[in-house]
């Protein structure tokens, strides 16, 4: 851990039970955010990406979920050991986050004035006319036009993007370190998703915060990250700066992704392509999860859990066959 | 199946297909305006191609393909179906045309009947078409299930025993079931994980390859129009802004709109941060447009001719048509 790390988590294990089956949502995941630096965490659906960001602001709902064990350590304090109180003061303050569907997580029936004025009040004791100027001048940061009137608009009213825009803004309220953002525009246009990463960029070093970047697009890691975490089946499989995985990947699930993407210029080619599915979290293969449709996988990668290997300079990938056979 | 079918030859042609809903407003529910939901879209799709159709959420792609289907009764404009217009056809005259034109639709979740098994669902549009009796509706399906990569034996099971990619196979095993010669794809792949997206792609290229299918793909992931597309549409606010052969649209893109959608492409390739021509945001009420071209307002090279003008089309290559008048200026 070096000395400008804002948040680490170490081993974090968040488990769901129902009826009879336990999924190990998250098994044993360590990762750390710098300061004003954007990290990535990248996979598909069920990898349990949400999973570990929800629990660094304590929203794992619990039961059915359950933290099995690590630590989540923010300010020298472990956040998987306070109380609501406590993390209440955290939540929204010192870290803040933005959700994918901005049209379900905004209320509908109140204004976006009130909603981003709440955000305000509960951290902070400001008047009613103080509280509106900085809405206004947060609407303003995000790039809404006439903020002022559109503090007494309804979420109905705004469109996709500026709905993610006040999402940001409500984000933004507090000035927290570190913001997660959810897949904030998986939702959004192609056009709108442009502009949303491009705020994002400019918020984070005007603001020199800290960006914890949830997302499935290997397009927008490649434009927004500084370091990127791969995550595979609840744990972490590859990680390096935005160079080391795009440029020379070592694992090979972060090898199938990235060759499995379509493009233009690979038009009369065929794609490559991962064989299988994402496996359920609560039927999880044993050893490597990402063995039933690995390339290389040898017997031992059924039987033994892999280890991190170390190709130097920060880049860690969790495949010893493929690091034991040269790389 | 395997029938050879003729090149060059058009499959569907749509010509000035228009509809518009209407806005209504008040206690006695008035019609107080109108939404150009697709507003004169022309566009031919060549037997055994794929036409790419491109645009933002709300521009009128799934409208058009509703239209096709018959699902919606166009306004205005006329759909030629392999020589006929079927735009004029009644529910009768359509019911043996229906094989002819199917879909696969965005979301495998929502369109798979949770409570009819798999087979039911494959088998149900030869039940309705009456093809095919009870026996060889089995070996059919075993066919069909075999030829998008599923194993025979999941017909008695039901869709939530299945991940999404998967089930979005069984979706195309059930448009190909009555044996269609054009597959509409409305965001087939894009409600998909990433891993799985690359195999439903390859295996819509290979049933085309095998079959002759034709394909209307529509879509916002431009990445994807790119790699699987022949000939791309880009249509914004229910019109057509450009359309030319897909590798001629993105070397020598001419239309605004296009450049601007062309630049929010985000390239898997760090340290080549796109520089993006940043479209103003749309302000004005989306939905209804004005005189003048649809794109006005956040057309960067706007000037007041057009907003007073009806925009035609400008020819710029021998398949590339741009709805700009000052491409001609270039």
Redesign the interface.
């Known amino acids: 851990m070096t000395n400008d790390s804002l948040i680490s988590i170490h081993d974090l294990k968040v488990y769901f039970r129902s009826n009879s089956e336990h999924a190990r949502a998250v098994d044993g995941v360590s990762f750390e955010v710098r300061r004003e630096e954007t990290i990535c965490l990248v996979g598909?659906?069920g990898c349990g990406k949400t999973v570990s960001a929800l629990s660094i602001l304590g929203l794992i709902p619990t039961p059915p979920g359950e933290i099995a064990g690590g630590q989540i350590l923010f300010a020298d304090q472990n956040l998987l050991e306070l109380n609501e109180a406590d993390m209440q003061k955290i939540r929204g303050n010192h870290i803040a986050m933005v959700f994918q569907e901005p049209l379900t997580s905004l209320n509908p029936v109140f204004t976006i004035g009130d909603q981003i004025g709440e955000a305000i009040s509960i951290h902070k004791k400001l008047e009613a006319e103080a509280v509106r100027e900085n809405c206004i001048q947060l609407l303003t940061d995000v790039?809404i036009?006439s903020p002022a009137q559109r503090l007494k608009d309804y979420p109905h009213q705004l469109?996709?993007?500026?709905r993610q825009r006040v999402m940001i803004a409500m984000a933004l309220a507090c000035d927290p370190d570190l913001i997660i953002a959810d897949e904030p525009t998986t939702a959004l246009?192609?056009?709108?998703?442009?502009?949303i990463?491009?705020l994002f960029r400019s918020i984070q070093k005007i603001r020199s915060m800290s960006v914890l970047y949830i997302t499935?697009?290997?397009?927008?890691?490649?434009?927004i990250?500084d370091r990127v975490y791969v995550m595979y089946a609840g744990i972490i499989t590859e990680h390096g700066n935005?160079?080391q995985?795009?440029?020379d990947a070592r694992h090979p699930y972060t090898q199938?992704?990235?060759a499995?993407?379509?493009?233009?210029s690979?038009?009369g080619t065929?794609?490559?392509?991962?064989?299988g599915?994402?496996p359920n979290p609560a039927h999880k293969p044993g050893g490597c999860p990402f063995h039933p449709?690995c390339p290389y996988a040898i017997p031992t990668c059924s039987k033994e859990y892999p280890q991190m290997c170390d190709y130097g300079q920060g880049h860690l990938a969790r495949c010893p066959v493929l690091f034991e056979g040269g790389g | 199946m395997e029938s050879v079918r003729r090149q060059n030859h058009i499959i569907l042609g749509v010509q000035s297909l228009k509809k518009y809903f209407s806005i209504r407003r008040g206690f006695f529910q008035r019609v107080a305006g109108w939404v150009k939901a697709v507003d004169g879209v022309s566009f031919e799709i060549e037997q055994g191609k794929t036409l790419g159709l491109v645009g933002?959420?709300g521009c009128g792609k799934t409208t058009v393909a509703r239209l096709i289907l018959k699902l919606l009764e166009p306004d205005e404009g006329k759909i030629i179906f392999q020589g006929s217009d079927i735009s004029e056809f009644t529910e009768k005259d359509m019911k043996p045309h229906r094989k002819e034109i199917q879909i696969v639709f965005q979301d495998p979740f929502g369109s798979l009947n949770p409570r009819m098994t798999i087979g039911l669902s494959i088998e149900e549009g030869l039940r309705i078409l009456g093809i095919k009796s009870g026996r060889s509706r089995k070996e059919r399906l075993e066919k069909l299930l075999k030829m998008v990569g599923m194993s025979p034996d999941s017909a008695d099971r039901y869709p939530h025993e299945f991940?999404g990619?998967?089930r979005q196979r069984i979706c195309i095993a059930r448009a190909l079931s009555v044996d269609p010669s054009l597959v509409i794809c409305d965001e087939p792949i894009s409600a998909l994980?990433?891993?799985?997206?690359?195999?439903i792609?390859?295996l819509l290229?290979d049933l085309q390859d095998r079959l002759g299918l034709s394909y209307l793909f529509i879509s916002?992931?431009?990445?994807?129009v790119?790699?699987?597309c022949n000939t791309i549409y880009v249509m914004y606010k229910g019109q057509i802004m450009e359309s030319a052969p897909?590798?001629e649209l993105?070397e020598n893109p001419c239309h605004p709109y296009t450049m601007?959608?062309l630049?929010?492409?985000?390239?898997?390739?760090?340290?080549?941060?796109?520089k993006?021509k940043?479209?103003e945001?749309?302000?004005s009420d989306?939905l209804i447009t004005s005189a003048g071209c649809n794109f006005q307002g956040r057309c960067p090279i706007e000037e007041p001719r057009c907003r007073k003008e009806e925009i035609s089309f400008e020819k710029v290559g021998e398949k590339h048509i741009v709805r700009c008048w000052k491409v001609a200026e270039k």
């Open positions: 598909e659906s790039g036009s469109s996709g993007g500026q246009d192609v056009t709108v998703q442009a502009q990463l491009q499935h697009d290997l397009g927008v890691v490649a434009n990250a935005t160079a995985i795009f440029h199938g992704l990235l499995s993407l379509p493009s233009r690979k038009r065929r794609l490559h392509s991962i064989p599915a994402v449709r | 933002e959420s991940s990619g998967q994980d990433v891993s799985i997206q690359a195999q792609i390859n290229k916002h992931d431009l990445n994807v790119g790699y699987l897909a590798e993105f601007s959608l630049s929010a492409i985000l390239d898997p390739e760090p340290g080549k941060r796109q993006m940043l479209l945001p749309d302000l989306s």
